[in-house]
């Protein structure tokens, strides 16, 4: 199975902060990246797809990038509603796998 | 508008079988994927498994044999069946649906929270 490992875990950033979320795969998974958002209580909410592909309706402070094995998810500019978990999943092979998740947390 | 409900049991016995039901509207089951994702309380997402717009099936080996995806088009309607289950699988399970051509779940269901108790 591909392994995804993200990081941080947890992350304390302060309103206004710029804020990266990585997940690393440990085989080629080409851009079969997603990132999902999923607030205490609620169901994941897709965020972005195909790496980089912004889902419709999220705000464009979001955005999503790679660099070889790596993929990451950028805040461009924090605010109170994005405090949340976040999870990475990977959908090029079956099964598809998620990272362990970070709790994003207000300074 | 897509929407997606599970309904099924609070309390499963340990090494009983658990049924839950994905009820879907707003598509077609021939048209839209269904995945099952769990989670356990305070714990990350498991995908568990896929029925496909075509009528396949894909499951994580992880559930071995004891795992099984269904469905009923005519109602729309899919069903999860695990059977053996042990206290680690006391987990919230949610069905989410995906375009036909994408493997990434868009919508999901408000999960159902099953605890298997000893």
């Known amino acids: 199975d591909i392994q995804m490992t993200q990081s941080p875990s947890s992350l304390s950033a302060s309103l206004g902060d710029r804020v990266t979320i990585t997940c690393r795969a440990s085989?080629?998974?080409?851009?079969?990246l997603t990132w999902f958002q999923q607030k205490p209580g609620k169901s994941p909410r897709r965020m972005i797809y195909g790496a980089t592909n912004l889902e419709d309706g999220v705000p464009s402070r979001f955005s999503g990038s790679r660099s070889g094995s790596d993929y990451s998810l950028t805040i461009s500019s924090l605010e109170s509603e994005d405090v949340a978990d976040y999870h990475c999943?990977?959908?090029?092979?079956?099964?598809?796998?998620f990272g362990a998740g970070t709790k994003l947390e207000l300074k | 508008q897509v929407q997606l409900k599970e309904t099924g049991p609070d309390l499963v016995q340990l090494t009983q079988t658990l049924s839950i039901t994905c009820t879907v509207s707003g598509f077609s089951l021939t048209t839209y994927n269904v995945h099952w994702v769990r989670q356990p309380p305070g714990k990350g997402l498991e995908w568990m498994g896929a029925m496909w717009n075509g009528g396949g099936t894909d499951y994580n080996s992880a559930f071995k044999s004891r795992l099984s995806i269904s469905r009923d088009t005519s109602k729309s309607q899919v069903f999860l069946k695990m059977n053996s289950l042990q206290t680690d699988d006391t987990a919230k399970y949610f069905c989410?649906?995906?375009?036909?051509?994408?493997?990434?779940?868009?919508?999901w269901g408000q999960g159902v929270m099953v605890t298997v108790s000893s």
């Open positions: 085989q080629d998974i080409g851009n079969y």
């Open positions: 989410a649906s995906s375009y036909y051509y994408d493997g990434t779940p868009v919508w």
């Open positions: 999943l990977q959908s090029i092979q079956y099964p598809h796998t």
